[in-house]
């Protein structure tokens, strides 16, 4: 495996499929950014439904530290994975990478601790391996990374 981080000019070729990555990153930030920001603004989860048994018992007690999360993370960190893949910023598929893989983590993280499933999380672990493809094939594309 090589990895080469930094192309010469600091800007690099955008294929047609890191669009789908912006959009799977945009879909995401729209709903991620208010309901991070409700949950960090009612901790107990009563503002959008979630019932506040199903994190009490958890590691983090309430929602305000998973509301940090969704807000900080897979909400302004898509954006700014939208945004330097729009200016064909070096960075955009290593960015994109670890947010797909942190989405798959965050969801995981979901199914293991809540008592109940939703549609939404089997939707957004899906977003999160679409978005890890992109990256993958796009760090090869760009000779970022070689794997085969």
Not at 18 to 24: I, K, P, S
Not at 91 to 111: D, M, R
Request: a neutral charge; proline letters at 6%; charged letters at 10%.
């Amino acid at each position: 495996m090589h990895a080469h981080l930094i192309p010469a000019d600091h800007r690099i070729a955008r294929p047609w499929y890191a669009w789908l990555g912006v959009a799977l990153e945009l879909a995401t930030a729209v709903t991620a950014i208010p309901v991070g920001w409700m949950l960090m603004t009612d901790p107990t989860g009563a503002g959008i439904g979630l019932p506040s048994d199903w994190i009490e018992s958890s590691p983090f007690g309430s929602y305000l530290i998973p509301g940090l999360y969704l807000f900080a993370v897979n909400g302004v960190g898509m954006v700014i994975a939208a945004v330097l893949t729009g200016i064909r910023h070096w960075s955009a598929p290593w960015l994109t990478a670890a947010l797909g893989v942190g989405l798959i983590v965050w969801i995981l993280v979901q199914l293991a601790i809540m008592p109940e499933t939703m549609w939404l999380q089997w939707t957004f672990l899906s977003v999160g391996i679409a978005m890890g493809l992109v990256a993958l094939f796009w760090l090869r594309r760009t000779d970022q990374l070689r794997l085969w």
